[in-house]
């Protein structure tokens, strides 16, 4: 049944707040951001053409809050709310709230998100469904699980059935270390998530993650939008995406997206989702669901020219899940991150100084950021995404070197050189991937002399008159000012060790 919408909030912050509304706009919807006590200069407060203050800062008082969004839904007459991705996502109670104040929820229904959500119900409904998953066992019985293991091998990997991004998950590599690696795991879960179940599956040595993005509606159709390959990642989370994934046969992908489409359809899913799956050799296993749209969403839109998150809304509204134009040409994001790679990439925050952003044929820019932003310790440290278009890889890539080199941001330590070298590397080029990409030939990484001379450029343009204090075209000073060095201002950068 279609459904008039007028009015959206978004239940979210960053970047992906912004991605929203703009497509919202582009909709024909009026957009509302909500923002907590930390936010309430940010990008997409200012977006949106109403915004409404939630709580203080702690995620937990503010964008974690059911009652207080919902409740912010209903003064400002929202009829629809999209949870973005992280935060309330993939909470089936935020879901089922909405639906019970009569809002749409721009995602699946609860029940479907609550059965997915579970990794252990999720293995249930692929097994059902004809989909091949990791050999594992559901226990946390430890005399079954050495049964298990003695039938398998080691190593093995433990992980919380209610959660990801690596908590909760611990390698076993031999029999002596299997029963405190449950009851480590099983206490990390049920710390983070709430829910200590465990379950255990065989480990795969040099995975490749190949995920498969679909769209469901309410008239029972399931469409598949190609696969994204996010094997580079470091510590279980994706920092480099993209799409089509390199060296796959055709074979091997219509077998992959053919499972993401009968695991959806089993599932009864509705509007945006991702099916992930561990490839190695031959084989491939189901991994999980993410009920939402996914932060890599970027580099399916530039090959299929379509804006998923207008897709989203139609469906949401009753329409159905529009029919894949034929891809294009390859994509690929990197995630730049407030984080420093040089000290075990420790997060970092800090005042956005200056900010360069690269231009050019193929190249976009998903970010909140801009010059004053306060990148703050509350809330991820995404500060933006990165995503290069070619005709093919080879020149999708090496638009995101020239990228990457353009790229300078002061004021708050982050990934973007780790990420250069990595992109610009010969393993990259020649797509030697697996998850464990990282742990092979970057572990070792350091800051090289080219990223210190572009360093010293950005300073250089930042104390010439691009924070204001200096003028430009060599003019005297206003009487009273004082004329500073441009070491001044750039905190959180470091030359040759000595930290500013």
């Known amino acids: 049944m279609e459904r008039r919408l007028t009015k959206l909030l978004v239940a979210n912050r960053g970047e992906i707040a912004l991605r929203i509304i703009r497509s919202a706009r582009l909709f024909g919807l009026k957009t509302v951001a909500v923002y907590s006590a930390a936010d309430a200069k940010s990008a997409h407060v200012g977006a949106a053409d109403e915004a409404i203050a939630i709580g203080p800062a702690q995620p937990a008082k503010s964008y974690l809050d059911i009652a207080a969004i919902i409740a912010a839904a209903k003064h400002c007459g929202a009829d629809a709310i999209h949870p973005g991705y992280g935060f309330l996502s993939e909470r089936p109670e935020f879901a089922q709230a909405a639906a019970d104040a009569q809002i749409v929820f721009v995602g699946p229904r609860p029940e479907?998100?609550?059965?997915?959500?579970?990794?252990?119900?999720?293995?249930?409904?692929?097994?059902?469904?004809?989909?091949?998953?990791?050999?594992?066992?559901?226990?946390?019985?430890?005399?079954?699980?050495?049964?298990?293991?003695?039938?398998?091998?080691?190593?093995?990997?433990?992980?919380?059935?209610?959660?990801?991004?690596?908590?909760?998950?611990?390698?076993?590599?031999?029999?002596?270390?299997?029963?405190?690696?449950?009851?480590?795991?099983?206490?990390?879960?049920?710390?983070?998530?709430?829910?200590?179940?465990?379950?255990?599956?065989?480990?795969?040595?040099?995975?490749?993650?190949?995920?498969?993005?679909?769209?469901?509606?309410?008239?029972?159709?399931?469409?598949?939008?190609?696969?994204?390959?996010?094997?580079?990642?470091?510590?279980?989370?994706?920092?480099?995406?993209?799409?089509?994934?390199?060296?796959?046969?055709?074979?091997?992908?219509?077998?992959?997206?053919?499972?993401?489409?009968?695991?959806?359809?089993?599932?009864?899913?509705?509007?945006?989702?991702?099916?992930?799956?561990?490839?190695?050799?031959?084989?491939?296993?189901?991994?999980?669901?993410?009920?939402?749209?996914?932060?890599?969403?970027?580099?399916?839109?530039?090959?299929?020219?379509?804006?998923?998150?207008?897709?989203?809304?139609?469906?949401?509204?009753?329409?159905?899940?529009?029919?894949?134009?034929?891809?294009?040409?390859?994509?690929?994001?990197?995630?730049?991150?407030?984080?420093?790679?040089?000290?075990?990439?420790?997060?970092?925050?800090?005042?956005?100084?200056?900010?360069?952003?690269?231009?050019?044929?193929?190249?976009?820019?998903?970010?909140?950021?801009?010059?004053?932003?306060?990148?703050?310790?509350?809330?991820?440290?995404?500060?933006?995404?990165?995503?290069?278009?070619?005709?093919?890889?080879?020149?999708?890539?090496?638009?995101?070197?020239?990228?990457?080199?353009?790229?300078?941001?002061l004021g708050v330590t982050n990934n973007a050189a780790y990420l250069r070298d990595i992109v610009a590397s010969g393993q990259f080029r020649d797509a030697k991937l697996s998850t464990r990409f990282i742990d092979s030939f970057f572990s070792g990484w350091e800051i090289g002399k080219s990223e210190i001379d572009a360093a010293i450029v950005a300073a250089a343009i930042t104390g010439g008159g691009a924070m204001g204090d200096i003028p430009s075209d060599g003019a005297a000073l206003p009487a009273g000012a004082e004329r500073r060095s441009p070491w001044d201002d750039l905190k959180n950068f470091e030359l040759w060790g000595s930290r500013r």
């Open 112 to 409: 479907v998100m609550a059965a997915l959500g579970d990794k252990v119900a999720a293995r249930r409904i692929a097994v059902a469904a004809g989909v091949p998953v990791v050999p594992g066992i559901e226990a946390a019985e430890i005399s079954a699980t050495r049964e298990f293991a003695a039938l398998v091998g080691y190593p093995l990997v433990v992980k919380a059935a209610a959660g990801g991004g690596g908590r909760g998950m611990r390698v076993v590599a031999q029999a002596a270390q299997l029963e405190s690696a449950l009851g480590a795991a099983a206490r990390e879960a049920a710390a983070a998530f709430g829910d200590g179940r465990i379950f255990v599956e065989k480990y795969l040595a040099y995975p490749r993650h190949i995920e498969i993005q679909f769209l469901g509606d309410d008239h029972g159709a399931v469409a598949a939008f190609g696969e994204r390959d996010c094997s580079i990642q470091r510590r279980h989370q994706k920092i480099i995406e993209e799409s089509p994934a390199p060296g796959l046969t055709d074979q091997m992908r219509a077998k992959i997206i053919d499972a993401a489409l009968k695991l959806a359809r089993a599932a009864r899913y509705t509007n945006a989702g991702t099916a992930e799956f561990l490839v190695e050799g031959d084989n491939f296993y189901f991994l999980e669901v993410n009920a939402r749209l996914q932060v890599e969403h970027p580099v399916t839109e530039m090959r299929f020219g379509c804006d998923l998150v207008c897709e989203q809304l139609r469906i949401a509204s009753g329409g159905k899940a529009p029919v894949p134009a034929a891809p294009r040409g390859a994509a690929i994001e990197c995630r730049i991150n407030a984080e420093d790679p040089e000290h075990d990439f420790r997060p970092a925050t800090g005042t956005v100084l200056h900010l360069s952003v690269p231009g050019g044929p193929g190249v976009r820019f998903d970010s909140h950021l801009a010059r004053g932003a306060e990148v703050t310790p509350w809330y991820d440290g995404l500060l933006g995404k990165l995503i290069c278009y070619g005709a093919n890889r080879e020149e999708a890539r090496g638009r995101l070197v020239n990228a990457l080199d353009e790229f300078a941001l």
